[in-house]
């Protein structure tokens, strides 16, 4: 009888023993199954985050290239032929709305760092310099330093370039980051449309003067 007793205890002892246990692995289970809950809804808003932080710098860069844009045509016309052919007073009163318009825009910063590493760092600064070693070198031979910057140019884009490519170049800026090749391009791209407005405005104002120099003729038959 008494051995019975024992029995039963020991039986009853271990059911909960294993009850006990049991509660405890699935206590385990329920905790683990919830942080994986969380883990994956905290994962799926840093990929929603990370969609909006490039939409933001996307819209920054944007805003950055526009500055750029309106800087470029108020400079432009500012030195337009047409300005030269008004006058004085209207002229005057035009530059003032220019530089008005000029100091606006510059009260505008934008700014978006792009990260690099050491190497992309130094490359950045190759290409700047090559580029800057043409810029320098404008005034003393226009053609020669518009061909240069064309195949700068052409060492940037993916179309079929017009003319030759430096080789150099490109491997100079193939080893820059993605950001900085855009902006070299702009930045080649805006030289070339200024070289292009020079010689446009050189090429009108020689035929002006070779027109005064007929008419003059004229008059002196």
Do not use: W
């Amino acid at each position: 009888m008494a051995q019975a007793k024992i029995s039963a205890k020991a039986s009853e002892g271990a059911q909960q023993q294993q009850q006990q246990s049991g509660g405890q692995l699935r206590g385990r289970f329920y905790r683990s199954t919830s942080m994986a809950d969380r883990s994956s809804r905290l994962l799926e808003n840093l990929d929603q985050l990370e969609l909006r932080v490039e939409a933001f710098r996307d819209a920054a860069s944007a805003m950055e290239q526009e500055k750029e844009t309106l800087l470029e045509m108020i400079h432009n016309i500012q030195n337009s032929q047409d300005m030269r052919h008004i006058s004085e007073g209207e002229r005057e009163e035009l530059n003032l709305t220019a530089n008005r318009l000029m100091g606006r825009t510059l009260t505008v910063e934008v700014s978006v760092e792009t990260i690099r590493n050491a190497q992309q760092q130094e490359s950045l600064l190759h290409a700047t310099k090559m580029i800057d070693e043409i810029v320098n070198k404008l005034l003393d031979d226009l053609e020669d330093s518009k061909i240069r910057l064309m195949s700068l140019y052409g060492a940037c884009t993916s179309d079929v370039p017009a003319g030759p490519i430096d080789q150099k170049f490109q491997s100079v800026v193939i080893g820059c980051a993605i950001e900085d090749q855009k902006k070299i391009k702009r930045r080649l791209e805006t030289l070339l449309r200024n070289l292009e407005n020079s010689e446009k405005s050189i090429t009108l104002l020689e035929h002006q003067k070779s027109s005064v120099r007929q008419s003059c003729n004229s008059k002196q038959d």
